[in-house]
C-alpha cells in the first residue's frame, strides 16, 4: 500500500508540473484577432497585399470544405519548442471545427535576438490521417524551407498551404526522389495524456480491490489514505477549449478544434 500511495503521489506531481508547465506556455500565445482571421502576421513578414491573397485563399478553403488552415507568424515564443508552442496555440484559438478537429496551423518563428528561425506545421486530430507526419515534413522540406531561406516567405506559404489542400483531399504525391532519412518525426501522445491516463488506470484499479478511495476535487486531488493533498492551480473554469467566434463577412471565426501532437517542422 505504502508502495501504491508513493505511485499515485509522484504521478500526481508530475500532472501538477505538467499543467504548471502548459499554464507558462500560455502566457506567449497572442489573442485571437478580432475580427477573427485565418492568417496572423505578428511579425510582419508578409506585405498587406500577400497577406490578403493568403487570406482569401484559406477562407475560400475553410468555406469549400469546412477544414481550417490558419498561420501564424511570430517573434518569441520563450524557451519553449515550437512544437509544443503550436499545439498549445491550436487548442487555445480551437482551429478546426469541435466535431471534427479538422485544423491546421502553420506556425512561422523568427526570434532575431537569439538566432532562432522555425516552422511547425501542427495538425488536429481529424486531419492527422490525411496528412501525417512524414507528409507534413515533405512539405516542410520541400515547399516552406527552401522559399523562406530564398527569403519569399509569402511563397513558402503559398506553395505550403497548398500542398496541404491537396493532402488532405488525398491528392498529394511526394516530389520524385524525396527522401525523409534523418527526418526527426514529430507527434506521438503527449505525455500529459499518458500521465493521466495512467493515474486513472491506477485509482480505478486500487478502487476494484477496496472498493473506495480518495476523490479528485474542483481544485486538486484531496485524499488517498495517507497521500497528503495535491494542489493544481487555476481552479475551475478556463482550460484549453477553443472556442467560435463571428466576424462580419470574410472568416467567420475558429470552431473549438484541438490537437494532439502531430505535425512536422525544421529550421530556415
Same mark, same amino acid.
Do not use: C, H
Given at each position: 500500500?505504502?508502495?501504491?500511495?508513493?505511485?499515485?503521489? /509522484?504521478? /500526481?506531481? @508530475?500532472?501538477?508540473?505538467f499543467v504548471a508547465q502548459a499554464q507558462g506556455i500560455e502566457?506567449?500565445?497572442?489573442?485571437?484577432?478580432?475580427?477573427?482571421?485565418? *492568417?496572423?502576421?505578428?511579425?510582419?513578414? @508578409?506585405?498587406? !497585399?500577400? #497577406? !490578403?491573397?493568403? !487570406?482569401?485563399? /484559406?477562407?475560400?478553403y475553410d468555406d469549400s470544405t469546412s477544414n481550417q488552415i490558419a498561420i501564424v507568424t511570430i517573434g518569441y515564443i520563450g524557451?519553449?519548442?515550437?512544437?509544443?508552442?503550436?499545439?498549445? /496555440?491550436?487548442?487555445?484559438?480551437?482551429?478546426? +471545427?469541435? !466535431?471534427?478537429?479538422? %485544423? *491546421? @496551423?502553420? *506556425?512561422?518563428? #523568427?526570434d532575431k535576438e537569439r538566432g532562432k528561425r522555425k516552422v511547425w506545421i501542427a495538425? %488536429?486530430?481529424?486531419?492527422?490521417?490525411?496528412i501525417p507526419d512524414i507528409t507534413a515534413k515533405q512539405i516542410i522540406e520541400n515547399d516552406i524551407v527552401p522559399n523562406f531561406k530564398a527569403h519569399d516567405i509569402y511563397r513558402g506559404l503559398d506553395e505550403g498551404t497548398s500542398d496541404l489542400m491537396r493532402a488532405?483531399?488525398? #491528392?498529394?504525391?511526394?516530389?520524385? %526522389?524525396?527522401?525523409?532519412?534523418?527526418k526527426k518525426k514529430g507527434g506521438g501522445i503527449p505525455l500529459g495524456t499518458v500521465i493521466v491516463v495512467v493515474i486513472i488506470l491506477?485509482?480505478?484499479?486500487?478502487?476494484?480491490?477496496?472498493?473506495? +478511495?480518495?476523490?479528485?476535487?474542483?481544485?486538486?486531488?484531496?485524499?488517498?489514505?495517507?497521500?497528503?493533498?495535491?494542489w493544481f492551480p487555476g481552479g475551475g473554469g478556463g482550460g484549453w477549449g477553443g472556442g467560435g467566434s463571428s466576424g462580419g463577412g470574410g472568416f467567420g471565426g475558429f470552431g473549438g478544434g484541438s490537437f494532439g501532437g502531430g505535425g512536422a517542422g525544421g529550421d530556415w
Open positions: 500500500m505504502k508502495l501504491l500511495s508513493s505511485s499515485i503521489l /509522484l504521478l /500526481l506531481f @508530475l500532472l501538477q508540473a502566457k506567449y500565445i497572442p489573442a485571437a484577432s478580432n475580427p477573427p482571421k485565418l *492568417v496572423n502576421d505578428l511579425i510582419d513578414k @508578409l506585405t498587406p !497585399e500577400q #497577406e !490578403e491573397a493568403l !487570406e482569401r485563399k /484559406l477562407v475560400a524557451d519553449y519548442d515550437i512544437s509544443d508552442f503550436a499545439v498549445a /496555440l491550436g487548442r487555445k484559438w480551437g482551429i478546426g +471545427g469541435k !466535431e471534427f478537429s479538422n %485544423g *491546421v @496551423l502553420i *506556425v512561422v518563428l #523568427e495538425t %488536429g486530430y481529424g486531419l492527422e490521417g490525411a488532405a483531399a488525398g #491528392e498529394y504525391k511526394a516530389p520524385t %526522389g524525396y527522401s525523409n532519412r534523418g491506477i485509482i480505478i484499479s486500487n478502487i476494484n480491490k477496496r472498493g473506495g +478511495g480518495g476523490m479528485m476535487s474542483r481544485r486538486g486531488y484531496r485524499r488517498w489514505d495517507n497521500t497528503p493533498p495535491i
